[in-house]
């Protein structure tokens, strides 16, 4: 059975399938780079994740498409930051086997600074998204899009 991703448009109640939606995107629209980020939070008994695909323009701005959903809380940040990146890399995967161009980047909410609880798994995390063939941005390399699902997380 064929896999769907429903997404919603930034600012946006309605939902639609990823696939369909980046056909007509993509036809109607020239030199498009696709970024994609995700970002968690533990609230209380429960974690709550974002994936945003941007579909960026040079010199036009982002069109953002994102899916938030919550799960029972991650007790361990090691589990919540890696199902992060995999949902990153399971929407570019998704989006590379449905014929669209490759994403150009991952980008991933881990701090390469060893003072910060997510440079635990920051090397992993790395070595799963370039092991899986894309460029991945990270803190201090301004990995635009999680900024974008971090707001979707706190709202």
């Known amino acids: 059975m064929e896999e769907k991703l429903f997404f919603f448009r930034f600012r946006s109640n309605e939902s639609f399938e990823l696939k369909e939606y980046l056909k007509v995107y993509m036809a109607e629209n020239q030199d498009v780079e696709i ?25 036009k701005g982002a069109h953002l498409l994102y899916r938030k959903w ?22 570019a995967e998704y989006i590379r086997l ?3 161009p490759k994403p150009t ?14 440079n635990e798994v920051f090397r992993q995390a790395v070595g799963l998204v370039e092991g899986m063939g894309y460029r991945v941005r990270y ?12 707001h979707l997380i706190k709202t």
């Open 70 to 91: 919550k799960t029972p809380r991650k007790k361990s940040i090691s589990e919540r930051l890696l199902e992060e990146v995999w949902e990153a890399v399971n929407a």
């Open 105 to 118: 980047w991952i980008d991933i909410d881990l701090n390469p600074d060893a003072r910060f609880k997510s």
């Open 139 to 150: 803190k201090n390399m301004g990995p635009m899009i999680t900024y974008a699902a971090d």
């Open 35 to 59: 970024l994609i980020g995700s970002d968690s939070q533990n609230y209380e008994n429960h974690t709550i994740f974002a994936t945003v695909v941007a579909l960026y323009k040079k010199g």
């Open 98 to 100: 449905e014929g669209f």
